[in-house]
Structures are given as C-alpha cells and as structure tokens.
C-alpha cells in the first residue's frame, strides 16, 4: 500500500496504528493538536491486560521495552470505608497480567518507535469534509489544511472526525472525576501516604469517593468521584485551586481527614474529568475511506479498559490494513466488524463496574469481588 494513512491523535490507540502500520512499511502520518510531545502531562498509571493491551504492545513489537517500564509492586489494591477503616486488601502477586505503568511512558515507547516526523504537532482539526470518492479534507486551526484518502479518527470523546460516520455526541454520564496530586508523600504526607498503601486505594459509599494510587517518584495520583449533575459542577470555580479544593472536600465532610486530605491538600489545581459516553451499541453504516478508534468510537464509563481497548483497536486495525492493502475497504469492514463486537461488550461490563464500585452496596460490592481473590485479605 502506498496511499498513506492519516491519523488524526497522537494517544495510545492513534500510536499504536501508527507502529503498526510502520512495522508493515505502510506510510503514516498522524496529526495532534498539542504543540510538542511534552506540552502536557498524559494521565496517571494503567494496568495493561494481557488480552488486549500487552497483546497490542506485542503485535506492535514492544513488549520488552514495555516491561523496562512497569511500576514493580503498584498491584496492590485495598478497598476502605470512609472512617479509614480497611475492609479488605489484595497483595501485588508480582504477575504480569495486568502491571502498572505510567500512561506517559507507554505513548513514550510508542513515540519513540517511530520515524521522525510521523507525528505532525501543533494540528488541531477545525473541521473535516467529504471530498467524494472516499476521500476527506482536514481543516487544521493554523490555517492549513490536507487531503486524506485514507482517514482514521483517533482524536478522542469530542473527535472531529466522527462527524463524518456517525451523528451521534456524547452525552453526560452523571459523574465526575476532580483529579489532584500529592507529591514527596513519605516525607510531607505520611498518614496519608500510609492510608493509600503501595498500590490503589479505594474509598468509597454510594455515588462518591476517593480512588487513588501510588506512583512512581513518590506521587499519590487521586481521582475524587462524585455523581452530581453537570450543572453542579459548572458553579465551582476550578480557576480558583483553593475554591475549588474547599467545595469538593466540602462534599466529604465527616470522612477520616487523611482521605479528604487527598483533595484538601491537593498540591496542583484540581482538574475537572467529567465523564462522557457514547450509546453502548454505537455503531455506522461503512463510509468509503474513513474509521474510528478509541474513544472517537465508544466513549464509555471508566471501567479499567478504555487505553487497553484503544490500543488493541489500533493494532487491529492496523494488521486489518497490512492485510488488505489494495482493498481499504475490505480493511476497515474486517475491523469494524470486530470492534463494534468488542466495544458494545466492554460498554455493558463498564457500566457494571461502575454500579460495583459507587452503586448502592458500596464500597461491598467492591469488598465481595476482591474477597473472591484468593490473595485477598479482610480486616
């Protein structure tokens, strides 16, 4: 195949293509909007499953260069109630099933997998346009634009591509994650750090909560969840870091103070994550030239899958490419077909994790399926 491929975001699922399609000698291009590679910090950690995004890494040929940067013994995974009482508690076993690393330096291994120049900074897509014959224009916020014969859309919950196949937007899911940081922990934030453990902390009762994890360089990265309309959220000043802390604790009065410390004494402003979705079984007919990926394709709750299935989807696809690579049609029904299978399951198992974790029993249900660990621990 010699017509090159145009990606349009530089994440993990986007990447992955990207490695993919370079591995089979199939030209890339893939356009981001943020100005560098560093211009911003990329999330927290993830636990890559051996099913799709471990398996993902080794179709793209990066599987040792992934263990080079696994978080050894950030596994481990205690579940509290809101007196900081620990209810129950699952040891880092050591396996690779599913270790810890940081979303950083996954999209780091993958940029650094490819050719200079194949990810195109400073791109941000105004808006997209079919040009017939399966082939679509990119209209880029600096003024330039490019044509595309063959377009995948990478570019996340609000894609500038998806437009394109489908009408549907995303709509409010009735959560929200505020997202903060404690750095130096052992040394500034002992009680807290100790609470948190080496691994991931909940804490939790129906529709609120803390889900933090230990990092690498000794960070405690949290998200503050709670089920609150839209509208609530819009009147808390997130401009104002120490407004924004003092509402958001606020929310948690009564609770231990080393678990609202976690927000209290949040040392970067808070940052809003409100949570999004497509419909479970979002799905388009087959338009001549162009797919998506990722969250471009099913936006979901945050069940634990949502990098895994973008990559998986990327090197999927891109192996769907390598293998019909004068058919681009036949390459994109082929994946289509899979992924849409794959994503309307992962959507249905995300919304019942969800109701596991912050649903009525909380934190019990989340108590239960840990207990049935055998590795697992109550107090």
């Not at 900081?84 to 997998?113: F, K, N, Q, W």
Request: some cysteine; glycine content about 10%; hydrophobic content about 40%.
């Amino acid at each position: 195949m010699t017509t090159p491929v145009t990606i349009v975001g530089a994440g993990l699922g986007g990447l992955t293509l990207a490695r993919v399609l370079h591995l089979n000698c199939i030209p890339v291009c893939v356009y981001d909007a943020d100005a560098s590679r560093d211009a911003r910090t990329q999330g927290g950690q993830l636990d890559l499953h051996e099913h799709n995004g471990q398996l993902a890494l080794e179709i793209a040929g990066l599987t040792e260069e992934y263990r080079a940067i696994v978080h050894l013994g950030g596994g481990a995974q205690r579940v509290l109630n809101q007196h900081g009482t620990v209810l129950v508690e699952v040891p880092d076993d050591g396996s690779m099933a599913s270790p810890e690393a940081l979303r950083g330096d996954i999209r780091r291994i993958l940029l650094d997998s490819l050719p200079d120049g194949t990810v195109q900074w400073g791109k941000k897509v105004l808006s997209t346009g079919s040009l017939g014959d399966g082939r679509h224009e990119l209209a880029f916020a600096d003024g330039s634009s490019v044509i595309a014969d063959v377009l995948v859309g990478a570019d996340g919950a609000w894609s500038r591509v998806r437009p394109l196949l489908s009408a549907e937007k995303p709509t409010y899911a009735g959560m929200s994650y505020v997202e903060t940081y404690l750095h130096d922990v052992e040394a500034r934030h002992a009680t807290t750090a100790a609470t948190v453990g080496d691994g991931a902390m909940y804490a939790l009762t129906p529709g609120k909560g803390f889900l933090a994890h230990r990092e690498a360089g000794d960070i405690i990265h949290t998200y503050v969840v709670l089920h609150r309309p839209v509208e609530w959220f819009a009147d808390i000043d997130f401009a104002d870091a120490e407004v924004a802390r003092t509402r958001v604790a606020a929310e948690f009065e009564g609770w231990a103070p080393e678990l609202t410390a976690l927000i209290a004494d949040g040392e970067t402003g808070p940052i809003l994550r409100s949570i999004y979705q497509l419909p479970d079984r979002h799905r388009w007919a087959r338009v001549p030239g162009v797919t998506l990926l990722g969250d471009a394709a099913h936006l979901t709750l945050p069940g634990g899958e949502g990098a895994n299935v973008a990559m998986l989807d990327g090197a999927e696809l891109g192996q769907s490419i390598a293998a019909h690579p004068d058919d681009i049609e036949a390459a994109f029904a082929h994946y289509e077909e899979e992924m849409f299978r794959r994503s309307e399951a992962e959507a249905i198992a995300a919304h019942e994790t969800i109701e596991l974790i912050f649903g009525a029993n909380a934190p019990r249900g989340l108590v239960d399926l840990f207990t049935e660990d055998e590795g697992a621990e109550t107090e």
